[in-house]
Nanobody, 124 residues
Framework: QVHVVESGGGLVQAGGSLRLSCAAS????????LGWFRQALGKKREFVAG????????FYGDSVKGRFTISRDNAKSKVYLQMNSLEPEDTAVYYC?????????????????WGQGTQVTVSS
């Protein structure tokens, strides 16, 4: 059983930056693929970014490419989401997700473990 907890959300002005963190416990972190998803009010949950076991491969949703960066620190059992050039459209609850069933994944259905989410609000 893997447990993940997000932190780092908050209120930021458009054009600003935030860094989200996700701490994982349980399981073997170095063989857990991790991802970030988000859900805006009234919308479906959306894939944001994913990272492979080693961190050697990353991939992003189209709406955040070039602005967001996912990274992981296997020594600390943490994954991060650096968000730059934030836009009001980025306002959402951001979720960290983990899976032991794939080396990397962008499909929500492949993730088995989810955090409670952290709110990110971008004001215009």
């Amino acid at each position: 059983q893997v447990h993940v907890v997000e932190s780092g959300g908050g209120l930021v002005q458009a054009g600003g930056s935030l860094r989200l963190s996700c701490a994982a416990s349980g399981g073997r972190f170095s063989t857990i693929a991790l991802g970030w998803f988000r859900q805006a009010l009234g919308k479906k949950r959306e894939f944001v970014a994913g990272i492979s076991w080693t961190g050697g491969s990353t991939f992003y949703g189209d709406s955040v490419k070039g602005r967001f960066t996912i990274s992981r620190d296997n020594a600390k059992s943490k994954v991060y989401l650096q968000m730059n050039s934030l836009e009001p459209e980025d306002t959402a609850v951001y979720y960290c997700a983990a899976t032991e069933r794939a080396t990397m994944a962008d499909m929500e259905s492949l993730y088995d473990y989810w955090g409670q989410g952290t709110q990110v609000t971008v004001s215009s």
